[in-house]
Every structure is written in C-alpha cells, then in structure tokens.
C-alpha cells in the first residue's frame, strides 16, 4: 500500500514539472488525456486498497482485474506522449545537421573566398614586383648607357683638348724663351698648362675604365711597382710606405689596381698636414670569397660632409683649393673598383688621416 501512496505522489511531482513543457503540436491535448485516465483510475485503485485492508482479498483481485482496462488505456496514452517527443527530437537532430551542414558549407565557402583573395593580392604583388623589376633594369640600362655616352663625351673632349693644349705649351715655352728666364707670367701659364693637362689625362682614365678587361692580378705585386715608382717621392719628402700585402688573385687588371693604388698614395701624400711626415700603410688579405685592401695615411683628413661626398666626379673641398689636383682621383678609384665587382668605403678623421677599405672578389669567386 505505501507503494501505491509513494508512486501516486511521485507521479503528482512529476505531472506539475511537466505540465508546463506540453507544448508541442497534439501534446497537450495527449498529455491533458492521460492525466483524466490517470486521474479516473485512482477511486477504483482506492477502493481495491479499501478492500484489501478489510482482508476482502478476492473481491479486492477481482476489482484490480476490473482495471487492466484502464492500465492499458494510461500504458497508451504514455506511449503517445513518448511518440509525440520521440518525433519532435528526431526533427530537433535533423534541424541541427541541416545547421551543422550549413555553417560547414559557409565556412568552407569563406575560406575559399579567403585563398581566393589571398592569390589575388599575391598575384598583384607579383605583377607589381615585376614591373618595378623591369623598371628598374630600363632604369639602370639607360643610366648605364648615359655613362657611357658619358665616358665616351668625356673621352672626345680630353683628346679634342689635346691640340689646343699642346699649342698653349709651345706658346707659354715661347714666352719663357724671349723673357729671357721665369717670369710671373709664364710660370702661371705654365701651371694653368699643367693642370690642365691632368685633367685631361684623368678624364681619359675614366673615360677608359669600362673598355678594360677586368682581369686578375696579385694585389702584392701592384703594391711592389707602386712602391718603386713613388719611392723616389717618398724620400724627397720625407714619408715612409709599409706595405703588408698578402699574394692572391683577385677580380681586377693589374693596371686598373695599380692605378687605383697610385691616386690613393697620391692623395696620402698630395694631402698631408704641415710639419708632419706623411706616413702611408698598405695592408691586404683575404676575408672568406674576398680580399680586403686598407690604404692608410696620416694627413689632413676629411670631415663628414666632405668624405661623404669624396667620390663625387670634381669635387674638392674648399680648404684644398690651392693644392694641385682635379676631383676627377677618387671618382676613377670608385669606377674601377665597381667595374672588378668591388666595393670601396673611406674612413676619415678631419687633422688624424684617412682610411680607404677595398674589396675584390678573389679570382674565380663571386663577390
């Protein structure tokens, strides 16, 4: 009996918490059903429990078979209640898939939009790499060309220069002669000639630099005929040369690398201070695929501006004005070393010396 009682109440408990939730289509009519059949059956189950209390056992059998009926009409109406929730959740499941189906197809769909415009932006930015590469190589085709219509104007006007500068020679030496000795006059005449002739032999080297093979030559036996050639120089003024030259082969003609020495020493002894002996310092050797040359000296020096405008074609800073020279030394140096495949910087202190650093390639290495 305290079954009964205990399935009833917990059969109440259930039916309040579930009554809000019949919401579903035929539920609630289902549901509303199946608690009159519940209800309906529960005076004949309290009249079996009256008669079983009062030992009236076959009669109380007899009742509770009388109930069958109901049990199963209940039994029935739960099943629909169970059908009509079973339906809903299989549609619920069916709506999720679709859902999951669908978000994986937008998902999918937004990748692909994605990759899309990726290689879209990335073909963009490869069609604008190359025109800016093929700009750039117009850019530096016809800048190579104008240096060479350059080097070539450069060329025609020193030897057009030639005989003109030839007849003011014999002119200014004409002059020397019937002033019987020197004279202001022709002494200016005379230096006005001379530099005038550097000048055209400067423009000549770099108008040839580009015609010359490249070569290969030994840094150590440039740096020896050098040596020898400026030796005499050297003693007049006092200066000393160390060299300390390691033997190699590197990318660059023997006459290019000597003449590349000779405006570096040049210039080491051109632009000295006043009251000290100029000191000059060669050093080379290899580094890894290159060989590094460091031109040293203890002169003037340049300040900032000064040496970052250095290879600049006829420039000469204004505090060397008076001493003899072109402007055209350090922008031959640059040339030919650019034209072995080289690179070459300066390092300079203004009243300590400068430092020139070359480096070649070594013979048969890229650089």
């Keep these: 009996i305290w079954q009964i009682d205990a399935t009833e109440a917990s059969f109440d408990a259930d039916a309040r918490a579930y009554d809000p939730l019949a919401t579903l289509p035929g539920e609630r009519a289902a549901w509303q059903k199946a608690q009159g059949d519940v209800l309906s059956a529960r005076a004949p189950i309290a009249e079996v429990l009256a008669l079983s209390r009062q030992g009236r056992d076959d009669e109380a059998r007899r009742a509770m078979a009388a109930l069958d009926g109901r049990f199963e009409e209940i039994s029935v109406d739960v099943a629909e209640l169970v059908r009509i929730n079973r339906t809903e959740a299989d549609e619920q499941v069916r709506c999720i898939a679709a859902l999951q189906r669908s978000w994986m197809i937008f998902f999918t769909a937004l990748m692909a939009l994605g990759i899309v415009a990726t290689l879209m932006v990335a073909w963009r930015a490869i069609r604008l790499v ?108 006092g200066g000393t040369l160390r060299a300390e030259v390691a033997p190699a082969k590197v990318r660059c003609g023997d006459g290019l690398l000597r003449q590349v020495l000779w405006n570096l020493v040049d210039n080491g002894l051109k632009y000295r201070r006043p009251d000290v002996p100029p000191e000059i310092e060669i050093r080379g050797r290899a580094h890894g695929r290159q060989y590094e040359l460091l031109v040293s000296d203890n002169g003037a020096g340049m300040s900032p501006d000064e040496a970052h405008k250095a290879f600049e074609p006829f420039y000469r800073a204004p505090r060397v004005h008076e001493l003899p020279g072109t402007g055209l030394g350090l922008s031959i140096v640059k040339r030919v070393i650019e034209a072995s495949g080289g690179r070459v910087s300066v390092d300079s202190q203004l009243g300590s010396g400068t430092t020139f650093a070359i480096r070649l390639s070594l013979d048969g290495q890229g650089e």
């Excluded at 500068?165 to 005449?189: C, M, P, R, V, Y």
Aim: proline residues 3%; charged residues 30%.
């Design 130 to 237: 190359r025109l800016r590469e093929t700009q750039a190589g117009q850019y530096a085709a016809a800048l190579e060309e104008r240096n060479r219509d350059l080097d070539a104007f450069a060329g025609r006007v020193a030897h057009d220069l030639r005989g003109p500068l030839t007849t003011i020679s014999l002119a200014a030496a004409a002059l020397a002669l019937k002033a019987h000795g020197e004279d202001s006059t022709s002494s200016i005449l005379r230096r006005g000639v001379t530099r005038m002739e550097k000048l055209i032999e400067d423009l000549l080297a770099l108008s040839r630099i580009d015609a010359q093979r490249v070569g290969a030559c030994d840094p150590s036996l440039s740096v020896a005929e050098i040596r020898e050639e400026l030796g005499p120089r050297l003693e007049r003024e």
